[in-house]
């Protein structure tokens, strides 16, 4: 089992930035993937952007490479997404994820076992 939870939603300006910060519990953190989706009111959840076990792969959407930055501390057990550039686009509930099973690259909701509850990012224009 892992437990996740997410941190570091809130509202800001188009334009600004927000880092978000998942803390993992359970699992040996360093033995899978993390990957980070989210979901606006009435849309399908969508993949905002995956790191590898080691952080040394990474891989994103289209509408936000360039903008946002995945990484981890694997000491920490922690992921973080790093948004900056954000656009009223952008507001949704986002959430982490982790592929305990690891295949690469985790672009799609069903290959992750374990979500967060989410945290709420609301970009006004």
């Known amino acids: 089992q892992v437990q996740l939870v997410e941190s570091g939603g809130g509202l800001v300006q188009a334009g600004g930035s927000l880092r978000l910060s998942c803390a993992a519990s359970?699992?040996?953190?360093?033995?899978?993937?993390m990957g980070w989706f989210r979901q606006a009111p009435g849309k399908e959840r969508e993949f905002v952007a995956a790191?590898?076990?080691?952080?040394?792969?990474?891989t994103y959407a289209d509408s936000v490479k360039g903008r946002f930055t995945i990484s981890r501390d694997n000491a920490k057990n922690t992921v973080y997404l790093q948004m900056n550039y954000l656009k009223p686009e952008d507001t949704a509930v986002y959430y982490c994820a982790a592929d305990v099973n690891s295949s690469w690259p985790p672009r799609v909701k069903a290959e992750y076992e374990f979500w967060g509850q989410g945290t709420q990012v609301t970009v006004s224009s």
């Open positions: 790191i590898r076990r080691t952080g040394g792969s990474t």
């Open positions: 359970g699992r040996t953190f360093s033995s899978y993937c």
